[in-house]
């Protein structure tokens, strides 16, 4: 009785269980949306500060200090880069603790957490390989239809999956549904602001300059009654702080939070100035739609956001009817209105505005006069910043020059393969032949610059592919591997034609690799023989001679 | 039997014609009072019931229940042409005007004019002449409003966000007059939503207490 051949024993079968297992983890420990909540737990500083000794000095400094006194002064720098980076860290961490005081996400980091943990549950492996699935298919689509369509039509059928999923016992809530989300455009919203900007036409003032150029503007010139010229920036300064925070959000539901918590907070702060005017004995108007948009007017000209239209653009396509019905969908409309006055004041600046544009509560000359300041302040603004964007371009160039010649060879230059062939037929040596060719190419033209940074952001998958021509390797070859890393479990049926392609490319490479090999082998056997006859020759002709001589001799 | 549906109305007209008082009249019955529970004062949402009489007379009137989402515009000059990006999914508008004020009835026609160019189609129009217990100081007479509003194929109700007069009845006018199929289905999950966003950040501590 013959016995099955066993390919993969049971303890490789373990292994490679717990391998996917492992990658699958990974994966969905790779998104950190609510980040900023998690407690830094290796903070040197923070460490120091809470030594008892510490409790009896001004700071640190001198701790820090007489740590670091015997070390030599060449590796004080090195010494003290952990602290210097925990003091960024830091920095960064109270930034976002006012992010976390104004949204209140300590309980949305903890919904998160219990749905990443159910996430990694064995029971969810089929959950996370549709996942992943689903991003790798979602990252070649097209067109914001077609990712809009792809997401939304995905996340459906993520919670009916979830209503029967033994992992989920059925949990469909709004906390279960709107923590999912946010974990799927972790991994899609980068390529959802791709398709953004791919669309989004190139004005020609972009929204910031504008911002920029809008600095003067006083609640004065905007028609709303609650706030003083000087003291609006203090009372807005909530929603100022959490309008900047928006771009480090990364789902509709979560974005769409941080905006209703700006229109909540801009409410509360007209309601409280109006109390305050009320009780001094003023009479006002309650503070009501008049007063809602031209304060969110003023909370975007200070908070100054960076790719608003995209964020608004981002929100428009991808959030849902449901989502943009009711509050929420009343602040986002309001923003979305602040940000259209902006684009379209009229900043005329003869006094004849056009019908239907906007305009400030400001006399034609006064605008004239504040416009030019603040346009130079805009120019002065743009040159440092182009200056210093030359200034990295120019340390780039500096460390391209500074490549050594291996280098170079290997990212720009795009050798002809017939010609190198030839060479190797004539018998040179290539080493030498690459090395003239290319300074004879250098001479004729020089090196473009896209060529340089673009081979150098290659990743450690896709190896330079221009290299394969200086081997003589098949034209199409290219030194990108697909499937290197990836895991067997994430596999699909419809990875094979791509995994076979793939290695029949290797097939004949290897094979092109083989025979060249063979070929410079039987070149140098060639010569080898060639040296050999030579000297056969050479000693014959040498023997021939002796013996021609001493024939002589004998004859003489 | 009851159905239940979620209707959006936008609120619009010049400064000062009273829009926002008529919404909190309508949603907090209450005049130009900040109330503590108040979010924001220029949303707001309520739901009414309604009975509508069937077409056969035997049988029982159905009762149809509605939540408003009632959204208020900025009424500056300035701030008119964006008004259209409010309308949007709005089934129907409210053009409020102060009687005492005739700018704000000559108003109307700009309004009208822009809703017809961006309104969504099947949008309900419903004029309101606003502080009508300020009769003495009338400066738009009755039967000229009436007029415009029977040109314009609307209907017209004069109101007074003060006394309690004709708020309530604008929304159960409304509510009757909406198309069954143009509404949608008040999603409860997304109402329960806004409650539960609406409670103090206390209240989502507590509910993690409970959860761990």
């Known amino acids: 009785m013959s016995s099955a051949v066993k390919t993969v024993t049971e303890e490789r079968k ?32 923070e460490f120091l500060k809470d030594a008892p000794i510490s409790q009896h000095l001004p700071s640190v400094i001198p701790i820090l200090r007489l740590l670091l006194k015997d070390k030599p002064s060449n590796s004080f720098k090195t010494q003290i880069q952990p602290w210097v980076d925990s003091i960024s860290i830091k920095h960064q961490k109270q930034q976002s603790e006012s992010l976390v005081e104004a949204l209140d996400d300590h309980a949305f980091a903890f919904y998160y957490q219990d749905v990443t943990a159910r996430l990694s549950l064995p029971e969810s492996m089929d959950l996370i390989q549709g996942m992943k699935h689903f991003v790798r298919s979602f990252h070649s689509t097209e067109s914001i239809k077609a990712a809009v369509d792809a997401v939304q039509k995905y996340m459906t059928s993520v919670y009916a999956t979830i209503a029967t999923h033994t992992a989920w016992r059925g949990d469909n809530t709004h906390e279960t549904r709107m923590m999912l989300e ?36 006083q609640p004065a010139h905007l028609d709303i009654q609650f706030m003083q010229n000087d003291e609006w920036k203090d009372v807005l300064e909530k929603p100022i702080s959490l309008l900047q925070s928006l771009e480090h959000l990364f789902s509709p539901c979560q974005m769409l939070r941080c905006v209703l918590e700006i229109f909540r907070c801009v409410n509360a702060a007209l309601k409280s100035r109006w109390k305050d005017m009320t009780q001094d004995g003023e009479s006002a108007k309650m503070p009501g739609a008049d007063d809602v948009l031209p304060a969110l007017i003023l909370v975007l000209l200070a908070a100054k956001p960076k790719q608003m239209e995209c964020h608004l653009k981002f929100l428009e396509e991808f959030a849902t009817q449901e989502q943009l019905r009711g509050e929420a969908g009343y602040a986002f409309t309001n923003l979305f209105s602040a940000v259209q006055f902006i684009k379209e004041l009229d900043l005329n600046q003869n006094g004849e505005s056009e019908a239907g544009r906007p305009t400030l509560n400001i006399d034609s000359d006064q605008l004239k006069q504040k416009l030019q300041e603040h346009q130079e302040i805009v120019k002065e603004k743009n040159a440092i910043k182009e200056e210093e964007e030359e200034q990295v371009s120019e340390e780039n160039k500096d460390s391209n020059t500074n490549m050594d010649g291996n280098s170079i060879e290997d990212s720009l230059v795009n050798l002809p393969v017939s010609d190198l062939t030839k060479a190797r037929i004539r018998g040179e040596d290539i080493q030498d032949w690459l090395t003239k060719w290319i300074t004879d190419r250098l001479k004729e033209e020089p090196i473009p610059k896209e060529a340089i940074s673009s081979s150098q952001t290659n990743d450690n998958s896709k190896v330079d592919s221009s290299a394969a021509a200086i081997a003589g390797l098949p034209s199409d070859f290219k030194r990108s591997y697909q499937f290197l890393s990836t895991d067997p479990d994430s596999i699909r049926m419809s990875d094979i034609p791509n995994l076979l392609d793939e290695y029949r490319l290797l097939v004949k490479t290897t094979e092109t690799l083989i025979a060249s090999q063979s070929a410079k082998e039987n070149e140098n056997r060639r010569l080898l023989m060639k040296q050999k006859k030579q000297e056969l020759k050479d000693s014959y002709t040498a023997a021939s001679s002796d013996l021609q001589a001493s024939a002589q001799e004998l004859l003489d | 039997m009851e159905q239940s549906n979620a209707c959006k109305v936008v609120l619009l007209g010049n400064s000062g014609a009273g829009k926002s008082s008529i919404a909190q009249r309508f949603v907090y019955n209450k005049f130009n009072v900040y109330n503590e529970s108040t979010i924001g004062a220029s949303f707001f949402s309520k739901k009414i019931v309604i009975k509508i009489k069937n077409a056969i007379e035997s049988e029982e009137a159905t009762e149809r229940s509605v939540k408003f989402h009632v959204w208020d515009t900025a009424g500056q000059e300035k701030y008119h042409s964006l008004a259209p990006m409010y309308y949007r999914g709005a089934k129907a508008a409210i053009l409020v005007y102060d009687i005492c004020n005739k700018p704000s009835f000559d108003a109307l026609g700009s309004w009208f004019d822009r809703l017809k160019e961006f309104g969504p189609n099947n949008l309900q129009h419903i ?42 009845e604008i929304f159960q006018e409304i509510a009757r007059k909406l198309p069954e199929n143009a509404m949608e289905p008040s999603n409860n999950e997304a109402d329960a939503d806004l409650l539960r966003l609406d409670k103090s950040s206390r209240s989502i501590h507590d509910r993690i207490c409970c959860y761990s």
């Open chain 1, 14 to 45: 373990q292994e490679l269980l717990l391998e996917a297992r492992r990658s699958r983890l990974n994966w969905i420990q790779s998104s950190q949306p609510y980040k900023h909540f998690q407690p830094s737990s290796h903070d040197p500083l």
């Open chain 1, 182 to 217: 946010t974990f799927i455009y972790s991994k899609c919203n980068a390529h959802c602001y791709e398709l953004i900007q791919k669309d989004m036409q190139e004005t020609v003032e972009s929204l910031e300059d504008r911002l920029e150029l809008l600095q003067f503007v």
């Open chain 2, 127 to 168: 004029i309101v002449g606003n502080k009508c217990d300020l009769n003495d100081e009338r400066q738009v007479p009755r039967q000229e409003a009436e007029v415009y509003a029977l040109n314009m194929n609307c209907l017209y109700l004069e109101t007074s966000a003060r006394d309690n007069i004709n708020v309530e």
